[in-house]
């Protein structure tokens, strides 16, 4: 088949745009009243319902003893995969863990004017859950990207869930839990897992936090689950959308749509926008060309009639505009000095520059993560980081001049909102703090804090140059 080819101020190219922001919150009810059964068993009977769901929906049959991948497994894995294939996971590790450390949140502390010591404490969560899709095939690379994070943030414990295959073992999948130093495997998929790992099982303990990708009955159960554990976002089909100009290479535009198509749901969006008619009319016969001899030509058919399309367009500002109302997952951008349109990008999940720089090579080893907001989600969600692990405790400690300073305004606010207990909270301490510039008198001075012996230390940048200027001065 050949993909439609549009024209953007035609009445056909607003409805084809209509159906692709319409993918948003395509919630369905009978899915949802099916994830909800799914979860209350696995509430009610645990491991057993993990068992019979799995033999159910998977077509394998697992025992309490045979739920958990044992380490020795995972490590036998490592070596019964391809040489080649073990130094790709690994490069693909090393990259990702390097980019991932420089999104690290750090604490610190301050002092404001009123003499307000402020500031906030950043910690990794004890324990997360990863879920790995299976479905088609096998997703090693899903397992680095949401493990390898996690272990750079400094999660102490990551329990990886991966439905199991009936064929066998997937190799590669349990080699790269091994490479991104998983702790825990369970051979477990769907909503079961996620109730799982949401609210625990005999076998498996209960996390505080649910990510990765996943179908939709997956995806419904991690909203479903959301408040007992806390969720990354929820995740969609893969969607692709570049923009060309007059100079693009036809062929890898039409491999970059296909690459994005084959997934499998069909529900994947692949769209090029175009200034060129005679790109669009040349990326359309090659798309038809190569689904002649690839192994997948049906999943990304099926793609491309409901979300597909090659539009042409008015000029690159027009297709900027539609690109950040669209607000795709993979946004390539096959233009001249394609760095002078990136501050035209509003809402895209990964931007990828220049016709060197294809999807793929972000799916896999680039760096940057490849679980990105889908479905319009890129309009206010972000890319899965070392940041998604971490959570952030504020630090507040007053001073007497800043009770003085900012009490009456504290208790003025809380009068405002009928909290008078809030304002009296605030007025009984006041009452032993003197206006600026009167002596105290009579005044028993509070007790200094402690640190907690668990609590981290945190100084800030003028405590320790303080520190470091008296101990040169000492020598």
């Known amino acids: ?138 997703y090693p690379s899903s397992v680095l990207m949401n493990a390898i994070p996690a272990k750079v943030a400094g999660v102490a414990e990551i329990a990886m869930v991966s439905p199991p295959s009936a064929e066998g073992e997937r190799l590669a999948v349990l080699a790269a839990a091994e490479i991104a130093g998983v702790d825990e495997f369970y051979r477990v998929g769907g909503a079961q897992a996620v109730a799982a790992l949401a609210y625990g099982t005999e076998t498996i303990k209960p996390v505080d936090k649910i990510v990765g990708p996943g179908n939709a009955f997956v995806q419904a159960a991690k909203r479903m689950v959301y408040g007992v554990a806390d969720i990354d976002k929820m995740a969609g089909p893969s969607e692709v959308l570049v923009i060309a100009d007059d100079r693009a290479h036809p062929g890898w535009i039409a491999a970059d749509l296909i690459a994005q198509a084959e997934h499998g749901s069909g529900d994947e969006a692949a769209v090029l926008l175009t200034t060129s008619a005679s790109i669009a ?86 760096g940057p993560n490849h679980v990105l907001p889908t479905g319009g989600a890129a309009r206010f969600a972000s890319p899965l980081g070392a940041y998604d692990f971490l959570k952030r405790t504020s630090i507040i400690e007053a001073s007497s001049g800043a009770i003085a300073a900012l009490g009456p305004a504290v208790a003025r606010l809380a009068r405002m909102e009928g909290f008078e207990g809030h304002a009296r909270a605030m007025e009984l301490r006041a009452e032993v703090i003197p206006a600026p510039g009167v002596k105290r008198q009579g005044v028993t001075p509070a007790p200094s804090i402690k640190r907690d012996a668990g609590a981290p230390r945190v100084r800030t940048r003028a405590r320790k140059a303080k520190r470091a200027g008296g101990n040169r001065n000492a020598k």
């Open 281 to 366: 009319q040349h990326v359309a016969e090659a798309v038809e060309a190569a689904l002649k001899s690839l192994p997948r030509a049906r999943q990304v058919e099926n793609a491309l009639v409901k979300r597909g399309a090659m539009v042409i367009v008015h000029d690159l500002n027009e297709a900027f505009d539609l690109a950040n109302e669209i607000a795709p997952e993979h946004l390539e951008l096959d233009v001249r000095n394609p760095s002078r349109w990136v501050p035209r990008v509003k809402a895209a999940g990964a931007v990828f520059l220049g016709p060197l720089t294809p999807a793929p090579l972000g799916d896999y080893l680039a």
């Open 1 to 138: 088949m050949r993909p439609r080819v549009l024209k953007s101020h035609t009445p056909e190219f607003r409805r084809f745009l209509a159906a692709i922001v319409a993918r948003r919150g395509g919630d369905s009810a009978a899915i949802d009243r099916a994830v909800s059964k799914i979860i209350a068993d696995v509430r009610k009977r645990g491991d057993r319902a993990l068992i019979d769901l799995t033999a159910k929906f998977d077509g394998v049959k697992l025992t309490a003893a045979t739920i958990r991948v044992t380490p020795a497994e995972r490590h036998r894995a490592i070596n019964r995969i391809g040489t080649e294939d073990r130094r790709a996971l690994e490069l693909a590790a090393r990259r990702i863990a390097d980019f991932h450390r420089r999104t690290m949140e750090k604490s610190f502390i301050y002092r404001d004017k009123s003499g307000m010591r402020l500031g906030q404490m950043v910690q990794p969560m004890r324990r997360v859950g990863i879920y790995v899709p299976g479905g088609l095939g096998a």
